[in-house]
Structure formats: structure tokens, C-alpha cells
Antibody, heavy 120, light 106 residues
């Protein structure tokens, strides 16, 4: 069974940093592109970042480019999102999601999300 | 970025209704479009990809179609479990974007 479990969310002050993790199981992690999507409270979905299976290619939304860094450790089956210079508008539930085999930018399995709140 | 415009934002419906949700892309995305269903407090679930391909395990009452840059999600006979918010997503570019969502409610 495919499982994605996010962690690392919490309350952080504006300008602060946070690192999210996503532990994957039930599939060959290194064979799948992985993505972060966020959802502000009561709002819609926003794509944040995507990383290739081997980790060599990364993609970012303009709203986070230069502040967020996506990475993965295929030996630990874990996806990361390093977030810095956080702003109030980064407050959201952050989901990690898996792309199907041979796909890149759409996703077939999602975790339950980890909440990031940026506030003083 | 490619803009995705969904309509309507809210759709009142009843069990047994045929429901259609539209999504328009601001430019050509070929058939690189997915539909997701999200219920309150849960993660989105993939329903349709490549505009009309049904994801494994999704009931056949869900279908997707394309006409140019207009995409449609159809639920042939609405079931109680289908009351949810639906999002389209284009993945034609390296900057995928979602529609704003359509809430199907009683």
C-alpha cells in the first residue's frame, strides 16, 4: 500500500525557516517524481515544487523560487522541502504527492499534509 | 503561467443528477489535464488524467472530455459520496496550475 506521511510543520515567525519531510513507503520511491502542493486555509490547491526521481531536476512555483528548496534521499525514501524567508502567505497545509510511473506533473497518491503557520 | 478557469464555483445538485463541471485553459494544453476530488479534511484524490483517462478504482460514472481548451468533468448520476470539491489541473508546462475549484453541494 502506498503511504506518504508528512511531518515538520508548525508555527514559525515571518522570516523564519522550516524543513518539511515526507516519508514514503509501499512503492519504489526512486522511480517516481515527487511533488509538494499546498493549500491555504479555506482556499484552493497551489503547486509548489517537483523533483525528479533521481533528484537531478527540480521545479518551483514563482511564488517560492529562491526561498524553498526541494530535495530527496532515496536511500531513506524521504522527500524534503526546506523553506526559508517564510511569509504570512506561506501559511498552508503542505501535501507531498507522488506522480504515476512515467509521469511528471500530475499526481496519483497524496499524504494527509502538514500544517505550516507563519505568524508573529 | 497558464490560467485555469473553472465554472461554476458552486454547484447545487441532488442525488441522481447529471453534473458537469467546466475548466478552460488560457492557452493550448493539449490533453494534459487532470481532475481531482477533495472532501473536507482529506487529501485530493485523482479521478481523471490526460483529459479523459479514468484512474484505476474510480467509478465509471465519472468521465472527462476535451474540446480545444475547454475541458469537462461529468458525473452521470450523482451519488451521496460525490458531494465534494473538484479541481482541474493542467500539466502541460513545467509550472502546473490548478483551477480554483468547484464545490458540488446539496
Amino acid at each position: 500500500e502506498v503511504q506518504l506521511v508528512e511531518s515538520g510543520g508548525g508555527l514559525v515567525q515571518p522570516g523564519g525557516s522550516l524543513r518539511l519531510s515526507c516519508a514514503a513507503s509501499g512503492f519504489t520511491f526512486s522511480s517516481h517524481v515527487m511533488t509538494w502542493v499546498r493549500q491555504a486555509p479555506g482556499k484552493g490547491l497551489e503547486w509548489v515544487s517537483t523533483i525528479s526521481g533521481a533528484g537531478g531536476r527540480t521545479y518551483y512555483a514563482e511564488s517560492v523560487k529562491g526561498r524553498f528548496t526541494v530535495s530527496r534521499d532515496n536511500s531513506k525514501n524521504t522527500l524534503y522541502l526546506q523553506m526559508k524567508s517564510l511569509r504570512a502567505e506561506d501559511t498552508a497545509l503542505y501535501y507531498c504527492a507522488r506522480a504515476p510511473p512515467d509521469a511528471t506533473f500530475f499526481t496519483d497518491y497524496w499524504g494527509q499534509g502538514t500544517l505550516v503557520t507563519v505568524s508573529s | 503561467d497558464i490560467q485555469m478557469t473553472q465554472s461554476p464555483s458552486t454547484l447545487p445538485a441532488s442525488v441522481g443528477d447529471r453534473v458537469t463541471i467546466s475548466c478552460r485553459a488560457s492557452q493550448s494544453i493539449s490533453s494534459w489535464l487532470a481532475w481531482y476530488q477533495q472532501k473536507p479534511g482529506t487529501a485530493p484524490k485523482l479521478l481523471i488524467y490526460e483529459a479523459s483517462a479514468l484512474q484505476s478504482g474510480v467509478p465509471s460514472r465519472f468521465s472527462g472530455s476535451r474540446s480545444g481548451t475547454e475541458f469537462t468533468l461529468t458525473i452521470s448520476s450523482l451519488q451521496p459520496d460525490d458531494f465534494a470539491t473538484y479541481y482541474c489541473q493542467q500539466y502541460n508546462s513545467e509550472s502546473p496550475t490548478f483551477g480554483q475549484g468547484t464545490k458540488v453541494e446539496i
